[in-house]
């Protein structure tokens, strides 16, 4: 299983991007998908994560991180395993490298996993930079 993150780069406070995660192959039936983040000096943090049963977003298992709520969305498109982050409103405190994790479900709980350590694949990052 191979995890490619897209759509990282330069873009000034308050403009907006879309990151694309590529999941080569989702052996499993339920997978958590999640996008983390980690700054310079920082730890790396989760920033989103949703729950895909079957190829399908499970309802109410999606999480977003505080400062993520009401400006990022994470979504999967339905026919592929690719998983976005769209990120709206971006400020200079969101600049960091953010990977894409993947975890393989053997019992699904009611949201998705928020801790890295949970994590079995991981992408190799793409950075987002926001200017102020």
């Known amino acids: 299983l191979q995890v490619v993150e897209s759509g990282g780069g330069l873009v000034q406070s308050g403009g907006s991007l879309r990151l694309a995660c590529t999941v080569s192959e989702l052996t499993f039936h339920v997978n958590d998908i999640a996008w983390f983040r980690q700054a310079a000096g920082k730890e790396r943090e989760v920033v989103s994560c949703?729950?895909?049963?079957?190829?399908?977003?499970?309802?109410?298992?999606?999480h977003y991180a505080d400062s993520a709520k009401g400006r990022f969305a994470i979504s999967k498109d339905g026919n592929k395993n690719v998983v976005y982050l769209q990120m709206n409103g971006l400020e200079p405190e969101d600049t960091a490298v953010y990977y894409c994790?993947?975890?393989?479900?053997?019992?699904?709980?009611?949201?998705?996993?928020?801790?890295?350590?949970?994590?079995?694949?991981w992408g190799q990052g793409t950075q987002v930079t926001v200017s102020s």
């Open positions: 949703l729950t895909v049963g079957d190829g399908t977003t499970i309802d109410g298992s999606t």
């Open positions: 994790a993947v975890r393989e479900i053997v019992v699904t709980q009611p949201k998705c996993s928020t801790g890295e350590i949970w994590y079995d694949y």
